[in-house]
């Protein structure tokens, strides 16, 4: 384990020698509360105190419209594969949206295997960000494990005050730190910093934003079912799929060709698509397997807080709390789980706290 | 383009095109030089550029060779295009995809084949698989039903299976029309006539999703084991690589994990049927 130190007026030369070499995309300020991964050229135009982004990093990964495929008409019916890649660095991504880049690249590692999401992923390099305190209200990071960094980066960085300290991952974060000439080795007063950082945070995130124990979340669901939580989101929830498109472990899509205007010539292209939609799971014969909204709404919860546990061993929860902020009928992700929680009897104060609204806001 | 894209297409060829009733068309398809090589049960994404793709079962038995069949009916863009076409026209071909019957598994068993409406079109795959290599087989009964008269696909195979002595064949209708000489009733209404030894045998149903739970009722008052009822589900795939979502029932995948399961697995999942 290494760890490397940034100075705060160095912050620029780091991105401009990232820029050298690739596009460079960090969080920038999109007016009042918003936030957007965006290219950038210098240093100034990031904004590392941000709640999370409108849309996660996915966007890099799994673009929202893809070409998986062209064709030409005069060449019958063959298409010619389409594997699309570029070389981006990711600067400042958060510990929720690392663990959701993770559950990404899970799925489509995958066999059979992703070949086009794969050939975005290794040409992406990752510097990630840690947040010292909460971003808002909204985050559960501490209930899914993400308010600390679990790996999924090529270099991780914290903000010391007057430094910033940077785990060194892999050996792209390695070549990073070599051929800047940017950074100097970490001295034991520095870590001794970074443990105290650490301390603080783990007051900070004492408790579960809600009252449940991490571990009990699988049985919570076991049980839930047949809740008449899902009859109350089956009113308030409008199916406008906001909730899928801004989640970074939701990747469903949909293929659809698209001629271009010569009429000869075209494309077969991946678009994200949402299990919210009504047609989603419709077949020809008429019928619709979540044909209810309660059931899509269910169905969305089950994806990030039961079904991944068996296959993948995690929770596609990244606790970024997007889902709750985007969504027009403000249903928030804590709110059903505390109202599951309750239904099933399984509150316990000593796990996490009872109100869902009061977090300390971010102090940087 | 060095990497294999997993939605690269095979160029089908179109060898032949029969009218079977006035909604469905088969089509029989050659990849050139080479064998689909597919297990009964399976399916394919036809491709048709410019208008996408759709999962089709195939419908011949891996035992024919050189060729294989599907049988579309008419319901929308794809497959409405795919209606256009004749013989020699191509098409393009992702597959096959999916877990089909478990033939070792059912090897040495007796089998009750059970197929409503187009469920005919996957299991007949199996029951030709079967009849090809009879001798491995125990006992077998096909019972079939359709709406009416008019929608029955594959009269010439019908009527080649009626007459083995070797298989027992049923079929009834919803609704008969004046020339219709055979039963009349559900689909339901044959089973419980069936003559079975519960322990050896596996029944194998395929059919709309409605059909599907009072199928099963029956075939548990005969007292065949959950696990040696076997169906194929039909849900809506676009990728067939167990990464679009569409086809997802409870934590599983239909394209991957299916579209063939047991009653036991499929009771497990829960909502499936
Ligand atoms: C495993 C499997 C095997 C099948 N085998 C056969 C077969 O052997 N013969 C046959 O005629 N049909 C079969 N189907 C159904 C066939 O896939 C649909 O009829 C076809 O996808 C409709 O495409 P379309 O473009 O013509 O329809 P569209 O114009 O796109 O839509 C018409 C209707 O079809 C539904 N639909 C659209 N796309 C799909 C899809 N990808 N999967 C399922 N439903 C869809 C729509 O919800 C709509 O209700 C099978 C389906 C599955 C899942
Ligand atoms: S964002 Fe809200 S209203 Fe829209 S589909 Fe999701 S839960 Fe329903
Ligand atoms: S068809 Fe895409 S996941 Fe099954």
């Known amino acids: ?364 | 383009m060095n990497t294999k894209s997993p939605y690269q297409i095979k160029i089908g060829k179109i060898l032949s095109v029969k009218q079977m009733t006035s909604m469905e068309k088969m089509f029989e398809i050659a990849l050139p030089g080479e064998d689909l090589s597919h297990a009964p049960g399976q399916f394919v994404e036809v491709s048709l550029l410019g208008i996408g793709e759709a999962p089709l079962s195939v419908s011949s038995s891996p035992t024919k060779q050189g060729s294989f069949e599907l049988v579309v009916r008419k319901v929308g863009k794809l497959t409405g295009a795919l209606h256009k076409l004749k013989a020699g026209d191509e098409v393009g071909i992702r597959g096959p995809f999916g877990q089909g019957f478990p033939v070792r598994i059912l090897e040495g068993n007796d089998l009750l084949f059970v197929a409503g409406g187009l469920g005919i079109v996957p299991l007949r795959s199996l029951i030709n698989f079967v009849i090809g290599n009879r001798k491995n087989f125990g006992k077998v009964d096909i019972l079939l039903g359709c709406r009416n008269p008019k929608e029955m696909l594959f009269h010439e195979e019908l009527a080649g299976w009626k007459e083995r002595l070797d298989v027992n064949f049923n079929c009834t209708v919803d609704k008969a029309d004046p020339d219709w000489k055979g039963n009349v009733g559900l689909i339901t209404s044959l089973i419980p006539g069936v003559t079975l030894d519960s322990e050896r045998t596996f029944a194998v149903v395929v059919g709309p999703p409605i059909m599907y739970k009072f199928v099963i009722m029956k075939l548990l008052d005969k007292n065949i084991p959950e696990r040696q009822i076997l169906i194929s589900l039909e849900r809506h795939m676009k990728c067939g690589l167990g990464k679009c979502g569409h086809c997802q029932i409870g934590n599983t995948y239909c394209c991957q994990d299916g579209p063939v399961f047991t009653y036991e697995k499929v009771k497990a999942i829960g909502g499936a049927i």
């Open chain 1, 1 to 364: 384990m290494q760890y490397n130190l940034l100075n705060k007026n160095q912050l620029n030369d780091l991105i401009s020698f990232l820029a050298r070499e690739q596009k460079v995309v960090a969080p920038v300020a999109q007016g009042l509360n918003n936030y957007a991964f965006t290219e950038i050229k210098n240093g100034i135009q990031a904004t590392l105190n941000y709640i999370p982004t409108t849309l996660p990093p996915k966007k890099y990964f799994m673009p929202q419209r893809e070409t998986l495929a062209t064709y030409d008409t005069t060449q019958g019916q063959n298409m010619d594969p389409v594997v699309e890649h570029e070389k981006v660095a990711l600067f400042g991504v958060h510990t929720c949206d690392l663990a959701g880049i993770q559950c990404l690249n899970m799925v489509f590692s995958e066999k059979p295997k992703d070949q086009n999401y794969l050939a975005r992923k290794n040409a992406i390099t990752i510097i990630g960000y840690e947040c010292n305190a909460y971003c808002d209200r909204f985050a559960s990071c501490r209930l899914v494990h993400n308010h600390t960094p679990n790996g999924g980066y090529d270099l991780f960085m914290t903000n010391l005050g007057d430094k910033f300290i940077l785990h060194v991952n892999t050996p792209a974060g390695e070549k990073i730190i070599e051929r800047s000439h940017l950074f100097s080795l970490a001295a034991k007063a520095d870590l001794a910093a970074l443990e105290r950082l650490r301390q603080k945070k783990r007051e900070i995130f004492e408790k579960n934003e809600i009252p449940i124990e991490h571990e009990k979340i699988p049985e919570l669901f076991d049980k839930s079912y047949q809740s008449k939580v899902w009859a109350d989101l089956d009113k308030r929830c409008v199916a406008c799929g906001n909730c899928t498109n801004v989640c970074p472990s939701c990747y469903c899509f949909d293929v659809i060709d698209e001629p271009n205007l010569d009429l000869t010539t075209g494309r077969r292209y991946r678009q994200w698509d949402s299990c919210q939609n009504e047609t989603f799971a419709k077949v020809a014969g008429g019928e619709n397997f979540r044909k209810e909204r309660g059931a899509r709404q269910r169905h969305r919860y089950y994806r990030k807080f039961r079904f991944p546990i068996e296959k993948f061993s995690r929770f596609f929860c990244t606790g970024c709390g997007r889902c709750s902020r985007a969504c027009m009928a403000k249903i928030d992700l804590k709110e059903t789980l505390v109202s599951l929680i309750k239904e099933q009897g399984m509150e316990n104060p000593n796990a996490g706290r009872q109100s869902t609204i009061a977090e300390k806001p971010a102090t940087f």
